[in-house]
């Protein structure tokens, strides 16, 4: 995906209905593929980022701060597309993810499914969240 000028990037963020921390809801969905991977917080900054570097860029709520995917994992989103919902609340961001998107080392964070039994997991690790962070305890 092409960067976007600021007069593309103004009239998206015109379109968008934040909530009144200003944040909206971003789905991010491997691009070819369909799977949903996860689902993160963007404000005004980390959309305007996104578009103009191509990369997912996220509103951490933890650490207050943006949050570029894949800053301490190398886990990257490269930006595909970018949706709005019919009624501006919530973004749909195609991507291209290198390797894993979950903090816990899977593909998708929906890696747990209910069933007659009750919470099955669906996706196994890949990565070894210890690995992928780096963690030394």
Known sequence: MAAFDDRTIADALTAIAFDRDGLVPAVAQQHDTGEVLMVAWMNRAAIEASLREGQAVYWSRSRLRLWRKGETSGQTQRLVGFSIDCDGDTLL?????????????????????????????????????DALYRRRD
Request: glycine share 14%.
């Open 93 to 129: 961001l195609a991507v291209d993810q290198t390797g894993v998107a979950c903090h816990t080392g899977r593909r998708s964070c929906f890696f747990r499914r209910l069933g007659p039994g009750g919470l099955e997991t669906v996706l196994e690790v890949v990565t070894d969240p």
